[in-house]
T-cell receptor, first 109, second 111 residues
Framework: DGGITQSPKYLFRKEGQNVTLSCEQNLNHDAMYWYRQDPGQGLRLIYYSQIVNDFQKGDIAEGYSVSREKKESFPLTVTSAQKNPTAFYLC????????FGSGTRLTVV | GQQVMQIPQYQHVQEGEDFTTYCNSSTTLSNIQWYKQRPGGHPVFLIQLVKSGEVKKQKRLTFQFGEAKKNSSLHITATQTTDVGTYFCAGYNTNAGKSTFGDGTTLTVKP
């Protein structure tokens, strides 16, 4: 079955540490997106990519970085510059509507 | 930038009652999409509306897109416990290549 695979499901980050969240899709979609969701809140756009080797900042890009070297993959790095990274991170691709992965819950310890 | 407001934030209903959530955009939309997120889960695509004044139905769910393509609503008739979750609208702007999500309406259904 086609879909979005995010890993890991849970991730714990120490202060000052960079961590990378994986996102892979086999839907052959050009556009991919990273969203952040805080408890009880909506989805805020971090970065998006409409084509390989190109990406744009979303509304809350500070403290995050991405790459898009392959159509299937869009990893997100949460850097130490992100002061409040604890959240639920969702990766999505766009076909007819967004298809979301099952998410990664990141916690700072 | 584009803003999408969604109301109400929370709705508590008795099973069998109806439910409606409303979505309003600050700008004209190319299309609007609706998603459902179950507690602990991820958003799942429900439907996309494209045409001005469009109305679509999925069983007990009715979706409407306003004439000016700036507002939309989702109505659930005779809610069931399986309807619990958070319903999000997402307004898509073709020029920007991205959607702006509303903050969602969380529905709880009392049996």
């Amino acid at each position: 079955d086609g879909g979005i695979t995010q890993s890991p499901k849970y991730l714990f980050r120490k202060e000052g540490q960079n961590v990378t969240l994986s996102c892979e899709q086999n839907l052959n979609h050009d556009a991919m997106y990273w969203y952040r969701q805080d408890p009880g809140q909506g989805l805020r756009l971090i970065y998006y990519s409409q084509i390989v080797n190109d990406f744009q900042k979303g509304d809350i890009a500070e403290g995050y970085s991405v790459s898009r070297e392959k159509k299937e993959s869009f990893p997100l790095t949460v850097t130490s510059a992100q002061k409040n990274p604890t959240a639920f991170y969702l990766c999505a691709s766009m076909g007819y509507g967004y298809t979301f992965g099952s998410g990664t819950r990141l916690t700072v310890v | 930038g584009q803003q999408v407001m969604q109301i109400p934030q929370y709705q508590h209903v008795q099973e069998g009652e109806d439910f409606t959530t409303y979505c309003n955009s600050s700008t004209t939309l190319s299309n609007i999409q609706w998603y459902k997120q179950r507690p602990g889960g991820h958003p799942v695509f429900l439907i996309q509306l494209v045409k001005s004044g469009e109305v679509k139905k999925q069983k007990r769910l009715t979706f409407q897109f306003g004439e000016a393509k700036k507002n939309s609503s989702l109505h659930i008739t005779a809610t069931q416990t399986t309807d619990v979750g958070t319903y999000f609208c997402a307004g898509y702007n073709t020029n920007a290549g991205k959607s702006t999500f509303g903050d969602g309406t969380t529905l709880t259904v009392k049996p």
